[in-house]
């Protein structure tokens, strides 16, 4: 049976000992180091808190806790935990694996988790075992350049010291992080060397990273995870170990290939993410049904393709486009290498030295030697490689970025998803400088027609591709209303001691990114059937700022310090032409033509190390500015996977649900979902008079969503309301709340799930399980504070307006429906009270 990879992910509780682990101390540190990356924040907040929260004491807990709560999981192990324990690699140890797609940052992950574990005297000593010396030499520079970070390193604390960086077989001392390649390992297994000596009761204390894991369990011998597990009774007894990996996929067995997925992932960022979110590449197929028989003639059709994105990318990046050809053997290589070279060489009519410099054939035997070496440099400015014949296993750490084109010249260089995750994710990485208003950069795999359904079918599993139904809100439909929002301003205000003193400010101006004031969204538009792709674009202009009214804002904010000495110094130092001749600077050196508001922002931002521990913070406090009307015809879009109907969404819709959808897709899915047969969870409305919401059809998660809209569409409720709608998860009607999480306060997006018009009243209600009552989140008290103050705000401001309009908020658990909906009927909701609303008032 076939699993979705995203199923298989253990569950890591949320639940945490603050005393144990404290999670909000780092928060700093992370935001410095990821910025707008959040899944390598999440991937290195949940390896931390699996590692520190007491909750577990080995892999086998958290296994063993997952196996009884995902029925997904226990199906996989036929209800059986003893074959799933017997797969974990290393079950009594605080083990786990990140699953993050290539080209999205790992190595940031792991200097994250050296770092913290380091900075929370956790560990004393990291230990980061890597594949080859290709990734250990880049490892190490990247690690040099974080530590060598002072704003980075100030942020993890006070009394933290910056580690030593090791290389090469080195004693591993207290306070250091050793990046060491597997040969060593191997070698601290033959005889006993400094690494092992070092470590010798010292496992308790040392954290080890696994860079590329897969190759832990599937190495020579298995050497490198007989380390680990310290087979050998070094009396090392490593105690926490964290791999990393985009192929998270068994190897080959003695039987044949494995498609199976780990069993000890604890994060996953999937391509198919890493694609939408455009931190790597997109990935387009390209049908050959026509290829010609005739090699050279074949090779023509591969050789076009490349010149077509060649005269693109010329254009833009400046640099010439990659093919991989990618081979089942060595021998494979070379000899369709030495094939192409003859074509090119008449097609380009260039001589045999020319065409040696273009065309490369890349493996591990003596034959390639030359070859290895020109790999180092393929990605440098005016390099002239184009072509690179390979075995299906190219170097990992191999981090060339200007790979547009992707030909497995055999079957079996594409034939599981280890190989498809590997060969994929040579070319995924986006380039320097690649600018926004160019579009989405992509890499074309052009498969062959004979074994195309195989390939794609494996690339679509490691993408995890699946059939979606996308639902839009009738913009005509007369149970549309208005809901009032407001935007709110900062107005600051001084909290807590800082430490004054100066700080060089600005003399390098601000580093930016790129950014235009015409945007593009682009949607990709796939119908799976078909197998085609339509690609559509849709234009917009940011908000743009003035020079002259961002330099003034700077200038003013150096007001905001206590120390009137210190605010004066910087005054005098930055009068308000200079700030704006360096904010002209800093725009010039990005590229930049106008300030857009994220732009500002980072300008703003720029600010903050003049505000020292010691001396007197600034906080700034929000106050309701201007109130907006926000229509319910601008509910966006939303996407649900078929799977998801499998498990806790429900679909609900009327007998004329489908004649609006307006994809093919949607229409193919919704078919599957309406199906009785096909166990997917749905109701259709027998009385669509009943259904008072513009949208077409709406998707609820889980139990509570799913009770409430069914109360909401009896007939007896449905008289007494004129309209309702399920609110978006994001983009629609939103405000901002904080929360405590550890000691530190965080801040997020409330979107409230419900909005029901009845009359002038708007009642806002939030769903959640009944287990909130008695032990309620502290987002939810965040939430709950939050919202009560908006609420009132607003029906101070219609009071004051004479508005007749008014909102009442309520967050609602299934225990109280019935007592809520008696209310809604009788029109007596005003002044209800729900339990959980009297607890999180209590808290």
């Known amino acids: 049976m076939s699993f979705k990879e995203s199923d298989l992910v253990l569950n890591v509780s949320t639940s945490v000992d603050p005393e144990k682990w404290d999670e909000g101390f780092y928060q700093t540190f992370l935001n410095l180091l990821f910025k707008n990356r959040q899944y390598q924040k999440e991937a290195t907040e949940v390896a931390l808190r699996y590692m520190n929260s007491g909750e577990y004491n080995s892999l ?8 009884h709560s995902n029925e997904i999981i226990r199906s996989r192990w036929n209800e059986n935990f003893d074959a799933m324990r017997k797969d974990l690699p290393l079950p009594d140890k605080l083990s786990a694996t990140l699953d993050l797609a290539t080209g999205t940052g790992k190595s940031y992950v792991m200097a994250a988790l050296a770092l913290i574990m380091l900075a929370s005297k956790k560990v004393d000593r990291v230990l980061v075992l890597v594949p080859s010396l290709t990734i250990e030499k880049e490892l190490t520079e990247k690690f040099k350049n974080l530590l060598s970070n002072d704003q980075l390193i100030k942020s993890l604390g006070n009394e933290f010291v910056t580690p030593e960086l090791l290389n090469g077989d080195s004693t591993i001392v207290r306070n250091s992080i050793a990046i060491e390649n597997r040969d060593a390992i191997y070698s601290a297994q033959a005889q006993r060397n400094s690494i092992v000596d070092s ?16 190759h832990v369990y599937s190495s020579e011998s298995n050497e490198w995870k007989k380390f680990i597990a310290d087979d050998r009774n070094n009396g090392i007894d490593f105690k926490y170990v964290i791999g990393l990996t985009g192929t998270a996929y068994k190897s080959y067995t003695k039987t044949g290939l494995s498609n199976e997925y780990f069993s000890d992932v604890i994060f996953r960022y999937s391509l198919r993410e890493a694609i939408e979110q455009r931190f790597i590449k997109n990935i387009e197929y390209v049908s050959k049904e026509d290829m010609p028989a005739d090699k050279n003639e074949r090779w023509q059709v591969i050789l076009n393709s490349h010149n077509r994105i060649a005269s693109t990318l010329e254009n833009t990046l400046k640099q010439k486009p990659i093919t991989i050809i990618v081979t089942g053997s060595t021998r494979r ?69 200007r790979v547009f084109q992707i030909v497995p010249d055999e079957e079996r260089a594409f034939n599981s998803k280890l190989l498809v995750a590997q060969v994929l994710g040579r070319g995924l990485r986006i380039p320097d400088g690649w600018k926004s208003e160019w579009g989405d950069p992509v890499v074309t795999v052009f498969n062959h027609e004979k074994w195309a359904a195989n390939v794609r079918s494996l690339v679509e599993e490691i993408l995890e591709l699946r059939k979606t139904i996308t639902i839009a809100v009738n913009r005509q439909s007369s149970y549309n209303f208005n809901l009032t929002n407001i935007e709110y301003s900062s107005e600051a205000t001084t909290k807590g001691k800082m430490k004054v003193g100066s700080y060089n400010l600005w003399e390098n101006g601000v580093k930016l990114p790129t950014a235009a004031e015409n945007a593009k969204s682009t949607i990709n538009m796939t119908n799976i059937n078909a197998g085609s792709t339509r690609t559509v674009s849709i234009g ?17 904010r150096f007001s905001d310090l206590e120390d009137k000495n210190y605010a004066n110094e910087y005054k005098n130092l930055w009068p308000v032409n200079r700030i704006k001749k360096m904010i002209q600077r800093s725009l010039d050196e990005s590229g930049n033509k106008v300030i857009t508001k994220s732009i500002r922002g980072i300008f703003l931002s720029s600010l903050g190390p003049i505000f020292r ?12 500015d201007e109130f907006v009307q926000v229509s319910t015809q601008r509910l966006p879009k939303e996407t649900s996977e078929l799977q998801s109907f499998s498990r806790n969404r429900t679909l609900f819709y009327t007998d004329d649900f489908e004649n609006y959808l307006d994809d093919d897709l949607s229409k193919v899915t919704f078919h599957e979902i309406s199906d009785t047969t096909a166990g997917y969870k749905q109701f259709r409305i027998p009385n669509k008079y009943n259904f008072k919401t513009p949208q077409w059809a709406i998707t609820v998660v889980g139990n509570p969503e799913t009770e409430f809209i069914k109360n909401l569409i009896r007939p007896e409720v449905s008289k007494s309301i004129d309209s309702f709608i399920k609110s978006s998860d994001m983009n629609f009607y939103q405000f ?7 000691t530190h306060n965080q801040t997020g997006r409330f979107n409230p799930d419900w909005f029901i018009k009845q009359g002038d009243l708007r009642i806002v209600v939030e769903t959640k399980d009944d287990t909130q009552i008695n032990n ?32 009442k908020f309520i967050f609602l658990t299934p225990k109280n429906y019935e007592l809520f909906f008696d209310k809604l009927i009788n029109q007596e909701i005003e002044n ?12």
């Open 60 to 67: 086998e807990d958290l296994a063993k806790e997952n196996f």
């Open 199 to 214: 470590l010798k009761e010292n496992g308790n204390t040392t954290l080890v990273l696994n860079d590329e894991v897969h």
């Open 333 to 401: 290589s070379d000899s369709q290498a030495e094939s192409f070279k003859a074509f090119l060489k008449k097609q380009r009519h260039i001589s045999d030295h020319e065409v040696n410099e273009i065309v490369l054939s890349v493996h591990s035997k003596p034959s390639a030697a030359m070859d290895r070496l020109k790999l180092a440099n393929v990605d440098k400015p005016e390099n002239p490689v184009e072509f690179i014949f390979s075995v299906s296993m190219l170097t990992e750490g191999w981090d060339v970025k």
């Open 540 to 556: 917009f202009k940011h908000e743009i700022i003035d020079i002259d009214i961002l330099a003034e804002d700077l200038f003013k």
């Open 613 to 624: 521990v010691g001396a007197t913070s600034v906080a700034y406090t929000t106050l309701p």
């Open 736 to 742: 901002e709340y904080s929360w405590q999480k550890g």
């Open 776 to 807: 309620p989140d502290l987002e939810n008290i965040g939430k709950n504070k939050a919202a009560l103050l908006h609420f009132d705000l607003l029906n101070q401001h219609f009071s004051k307006t004479n508005s007749t309009e008014r909102y």
């Open 832 to 843: 209800y009270t729900s339990q959980l609303d009297y607890e999180l008032d209590k808290k």
